[in-house]
């Protein structure tokens, strides 16, 4: 009998203390909260920003402005100001309407944005929008070449410098170097006019077919995402980097920056997209998280 007496008391004691360790550490976990909320609101333009437990967190969105950029036929981004003041109640209050094309700024394309049959962006599972991703850094070959396509030897040369292979399901983050001339339309697009004319004039780098089959055909990737205005390079006519990876089922990030604060492997990446139904493409938040 006693023995049950103690076994029963101490259970009790175990579920207070389990209850007290709970509490303690939403406690804990409230603070941090305020904290960062705080550190994020003084400092929300570093690209920096520490996460928990020690964990580093990497924007690589740029913001929605009237600076920001489109492809030359799409429509820009508009703010318009509803009410910005004081009401006749007293209190302060604020809101606007915006207008934007799906395909501008840092964005991400659907597959149905290439394939008639692919995924909408509210179809996109959130898998591929969620995981361990690497960084392929061509800049240094790119920066004097603005209609550089990245190939199938700049992915070898990662896997032999990092003594590895592409991970099965990452994302791939391609670092062309091009975002440091971002909103500069001239040096980031190749031209500032708009229309379809101004078509012709693009130049940036980016993703060879050659490149985008090879990841299809020997690789196992879930989402690619690159830090100029697009998947293939400015002077493409069939945009055939687009079609190979997003008949996969591999959605695209376009206008990345901040690629070149991340290591080439060892991260994380969390994109997630205006869940827009049946959009073949939506403004998009994307961030790093990097391990101390």
Not at 203 to 211: M, R
Not at 231 to 244: L, R
Request: charged share 25%; with cysteine.
């Amino acid at each position: 009998m006693l023995y049950v007496i103690a076994k029963h008391s101490l259970v009790i004691k175990f579920k207070k203390m389990k209850t007290s360790l709970i509490l303690l550490l939403l406690f804990l976990f409230s603070i941090y909260a305020c904290d960062d909320r705080r550190t994020t609101s003084q400092d929300s333009s570093t690209a920096l920003h520490e996460g928990a437990l020690g964990r580093k967190l990497v924007d690589l969105s740029h913001v929605y402005s009237d600076k920001t950029i489109y492809w030359v036929t799409a429509k820009e981004f508009k703010l318009d100001t509803v009410f910005k003041g004081r009401t006749d109640k007293g209190f302060y209050y604020s809101a606007n309407n915006f207008s934007t094309a799906e395909h501008g700024g840092t964005h991400i394309d659907a597959p149905i944005h290439f394939v008639e049959e692919g995924q909408s962006v509210d179809e996109i599972p959130l898998e591929k929008l969620i995981g361990k991703a690497i960084k392929v850094d061509v800049s240094s070959k790119a920066m004097n070449n603005s209609d550089y396509l990245i190939n199938i030897d700049d992915f070898m040369e990662w896997e032999t410098r990092e003594k590895t292979k592409i991970p099965n399901g990452s994302i791939v983050l391609l670092q062309t170097g091009f975002s440091k001339y971002y909103p500069d339309k001239i040096k980031y697009l190749g031209t500032d006019e708009r229309g379809e004319h101004a078509v012709q004039e693009l130049h940036f780098p980016g993703l060879s077919a050659e490149g985008a089959e090879w990841l299809v055909e020997h690789r196992n990737i879930n989402a690619i995402g690159i830090d100029t205005p697009s998947i293939d390079y400015g002077q493409s006519e069939y945009f055939k980097s687009h079609v190979i990876l997003l008949s996969q089922n591999i959605p695209a990030f376009e206008n990345l920056t901040n690629l070149d604060k991340l290591p080439n492997k060892g991260f994380e990446i969390i994109a997630l997209p205006m869940k827009i139904q049946g959009g073949s493409g939506a403004p998009l938040r994307i961030i790093a998280v990097l391990d101390e």
